[in-house]
């Protein structure tokens, strides 16, 4: 019987990347839209990768490539845990994949079966829940708030766990909220991870993106090292999401299970991308700084001009590109017949009527909060926060 499959139909689509759509649906028709729903760098890739990557093409790296990736750079990403994270990865437990997210679904396809339970704190990223439902994994959220910095407490932790408890993710810095657990926080986690036999999943491509000093890895805990699986890649630290480039540190059973998913439905990633990310992790780490420096400035510029709007619920974020207000304060108003009845009508009026693309908090485990971008320019930023308080100040 012609059809679609259940596993695809029962797939949602990614609200990041179904907002992006909508509002280049809209810019295609000439409206002015400000776009603050993507979660992608607005800088150029350093010249330094491109002329690594123009490099490699003149080189003829243009054939397959091993399937973990060539060996210069699982020792360019060796090299790279050891100076920045102090972890000592060998060789042979670090896979190179076309991107993070494929990396993390080659970590749950490797790790998950059905009825296991994985627990998200919320917010999560967008992809992490539809990603264990396609394992036939049980999801387990852990709810938390813009009171605590969406960070969840050792209590939930332990509550949350079980028997049945395959393997825990999280982002650390978060997308979405923008959260980075400090070392004692972490600390205390491990506590509880200790009494516990799952997989810890840290998912770090924001680390270079933390405005107060050096991100923590978790694999940096001895007691539980041998249970946790390093997520990393090139997209937002580096500014090449298009590269798609990403890559796990795991231990040697679960990274040998990833290349061998891996070998049988992609291959090796991209040979110049893989090429130019040698370069990357070894040579431009001032270029990573001035990004770093000017998300600073960004995030500064538009929590002050967002906390001109009295009812939105504000903290301040510490890592990646992200604002994740609480907006539930519209929830039940109107304008001209039309009432806000939740975050994702609160998100097409904004875009409706002041042009600008958000994301509703719903789709990251969150339905009181909406999701800003802040990798844009300072003169959209501006632009944005005045559009979003003249829309939200219709509300009655």
């Given at each position: 019987?012609l059809?679609?499959s259940?596993?695809?139909?029962n797939?949602?689509?990614?609200?990041t990347?179904k907002?992006?759509?909508i509002?280049?649906?809209?810019?295609?028709?000439?409206?002015?839209?400000?776009?603050?729903s993507?979660?992608e760098?607005?800088f150029?890739?350093?010249e330094i990768?491109?002329?690594?990557?123009k490099?490699?093409?003149?080189?003829n790296h243009?054939?397959?490539t091993?399937?973990?990736?060539?060996?210069d750079?699982l020792?360019?990403?060796q090299?790279?845990?050891k100076r920045?994270?102090?972890?000592n990865?060998?060789?042979d437990?670090?896979?190179v994949?076309?991107?993070?997210?494929?990396?993390l679904?080659?970590v749950?396809?490797?790790?998950?079966?059905?009825?296991?339970?994985?627990?998200?704190?919320a917010?999560?990223?967008?992809?992490?829940?539809e990603m264990?439902?396609?394992c036939?994994?049980?999801?387990?959220?852990?709810?938390?708030?813009?009171?605590t910095?969406?960070?969840?407490t050792?209590?939930?932790?332990?509550?949350?766990l079980?028997?049945k408890t395959?393997?825990?993710?999280?982002s650390?810095?978060c997308?979405p909220?923008?959260?980075?657990?400090?070392?004692?926080?972490l600390?205390e986690?491990?506590?509880?991870?200790e009494?516990?036999?799952?997989?810890?999943?840290s998912d770090e491509?924001?680390?270079?993106?933390?405005?107060?000093?050096?991100?923590?890895?978790?694999?940096?805990?001895a007691?539980?090292?041998?249970r946790?699986?390093?997520?990393?890649?090139?997209?937002k630290?580096y500014?090449?999401t298009?590269?798609?480039i990403g890559y796990?540190?795991?231990p040697?059973a679960v990274?040998?299970?990833?290349?061998?998913?891996?070998?049988?439905?992609?291959?090796?990633?991209?040979?110049?991308?893989?090429?130019a990310?040698?370069?990357?992790?070894?040579?431009?780490?001032d270029?990573?700084e001035?990004?770093?420096?000017?998300f600073?400035?960004r995030r500064d510029?538009?929590?002050?001009?967002?906390?001109?709007i009295k009812?939105?619920?504000?903290?301040?974020?510490t890592?990646?590109?992200y604002?994740?207000?609480?907006?539930?304060?519209?929830f039940?108003?109107?304008?001209?017949?039309?009432?806000?009845?939740?975050?994702?009508?609160?998100?097409?009026?904004?875009?409706e009527?002041?042009?600008v693309?958000?994301?509703?908090?719903?789709?990251?485990?969150?339905p009181?909060?909406?999701?800003?971008s802040?990798?844009n320019?300072?003169?959209?930023?501006?632009?944005?926060?005045?559009?979003?308080?003249?829309?939200l100040?219709?509300?009655?």
């Open positions: 019987m059809g679609i259940d596993r695809a139909n797939l949602g689509e990614s609200v990347i907002m992006a759509r509002a280049g649906e809209l810019k295609e028709q000439g409206k002015d839209i400000i776009s603050l993507l979660g760098p607005d150029n890739v350093p990768v491109k002329n690594a990557a490099k490699a093409i003149d080189d243009s054939h397959y091993p399937v973990p990736g060539y060996k750079l020792k360019a990403i090299a790279k845990f920045d994270n102090d972890l990865y060998d060789l437990q670090i896979v994949s076309t991107g993070a997210k494929h990396s679904m080659n749950l396809l490797s790790t998950v079966n059905p009825g296991d339970e994985v627990i998200l704190p917010p999560y990223w967008v992809s992490y829940i264990a439902k396609f036939e994994g049980t999801p387990v959220v852990i709810n938390t708030s813009i009171e910095d969406f960070k969840i050792p209590d939930q932790l332990e509550k949350a079980s028997s395959k393997l825990f993710l999280f650390n810095p997308n909220s923008g959260s980075v657990y400090t070392h004692d926080e600390a986690l491990v506590k509880v991870f009494k516990s036999e799952c997989y810890i999943v491509i924001y680390e270079y993106i933390n405005f107060e000093g050096k991100t923590p890895s978790l694999a940096n805990f007691s539980i090292r041998d946790v699986i390093t997520v990393n890649g090139m997209s630290g500014s090449m298009g590269w798609r796990i540190g795991a040697k990274a040998k299970a990833c290349a061998k998913i891996q070998g049988q439905f992609t291959s090796g990633a991209n040979a110049v991308a893989q090429m990310s040698i370069t990357a992790l070894n040579d431009a780490a270029d990573v001035s990004m770093r420096k000017v600073l400035k510029l538009f929590l002050e001009k967002l906390s001109e009812e939105l619920k504000l903290n301040k974020p890592g990646a590109f604002l994740f207000p609480d907006v539930s304060n519209y039940g108003k109107s304008y001209e017949g039309r009432t806000i009845n939740g975050v994702g009508d609160l998100c097409e009026f904004i875009l009527d002041s042009l693309a958000t994301t509703p908090g719903d789709a990251f485990g969150c009181n909060n909406v999701r800003l802040y990798a320019s300072e003169e959209q930023l501006i632009e944005a926060a005045k559009r979003i308080k003249e829309s100040a219709k509300l009655k």
